[in-house]
Antibody, heavy 121, light 107 residues
Framework: QITLKESGPTLVKSTQTLTLTCTFT??????????VGWIRQPPGKALEWLAL???????RYSPSLKNRLTITKDSSKNQVVITVANMDPVDTATYYC?????????????WGQGTLVTVSS | DIQMTQSPSSLSAYVGDRVTITCRAS??????LNWYQQKPGKAPKLLIY???SLQSGVPSRFSGSGSGTDFALSISSLQPEDFATYYC?????????FGQGTKVEMK
């Protein structure tokens, strides 16, 4: 059974760097065909993809946020971490991590519960 | 970037109605199209992957169709628990992109 859970601060200030950790069970991020992605959703708005890391350490980023994002994995801890630099109030959103696998056409087939991050000015 | 456009943005329907939501990609994405359901305060849930494959545990009243640039999600007989927002998403290339969502409301 695959589970994921996001953790990190719920409140950050403008210009600070946000660090969120996704801790998961039921799969290994070093298994061929596996990825973990981050997606966010501002209140009342649509889903926005941020970044994805694959089993072979290939990393992909949203072009609109690329200069501010860093994604890493720690296979031994079953964790994927995303950092978002220079936070702004418009970055207030629920942040989700999700499993992406070749078996489901690289869809996001399992999601964490999400964590709401508020950015104060 | 591949743009995903859903229609309609919202719809009202009765329990028992057949509902269809469409999604158009700005370029061909073969069958790399996925559908999600999201209820208020909850994480999205995968319904359909690869355009027409039903995710395990999802009721068979949900179905997906299409390839290339035009896709559809159908609900054969709308149930009370199906009132939610639905998103399409392409997994053909990065950046992964989502549609803007379709909110299905009770009439």
């Amino acid at each position: 059974q695959i589970t994921l859970k996001e953790s990190g601060p719920t409140l950050v200030k403008s210009t600070q760097t946000l660090t969120l950790t996704c801790t998961f069970t039921g799969f290994s991020v070093s298994t061929s065909g596996v990825g973990v992605g981050w997606i966010r959703q501002p209140p009342g708005k649509a889903l926005e993809w941020l970044a994805l890391i694959y089993w072979d350490d290939d990393k992909r980023y949203s072009p609109s946020l690329k200069n501010r994002l860093t994604i890493t994995k720690d296979s031994s801890k079953n964790q994927v971490v995303i950092t978002v630099a220079n936070m702004d109030p418009v970055d207030t959103a629920t942040y989700y991590c999700a499993h992406s696998g070749i078996n489901t056409s690289y869809s996001f087939d399992h999601w964490g519960q999400g964590t709401l991050v508020t950015v104060s000015s | 970037d591949i743009q995903m456009t859903q229609s309609p943005s919202s719809l009202s329907a009765y329990v028992g109605d057949r509902v269809t939501i469409t999604c158009r990609a700005s370029q061909s994405i073969n069958s790399y199209l996925n559908w999600y359901q999201q209820k208020p305060g909850k994480a999205p849930k995968l319904l359909i992957y690869a355009a027409s494959s039903l995710q395990s545990g999802v009721p068979s009243r949900f179905s997906g169709s299409g390839s290339g640039t035009d896709f559809a999600l159908s609900i054969s007989s709308l149930q009370p628990e199906d009132f939610a927002t639905y998103y399409c998403q392409q997994s053909y290339d990065t950046p992964r992109t989502f549609g803007q969502g379709t909110k299905v409301e009770m009439k």
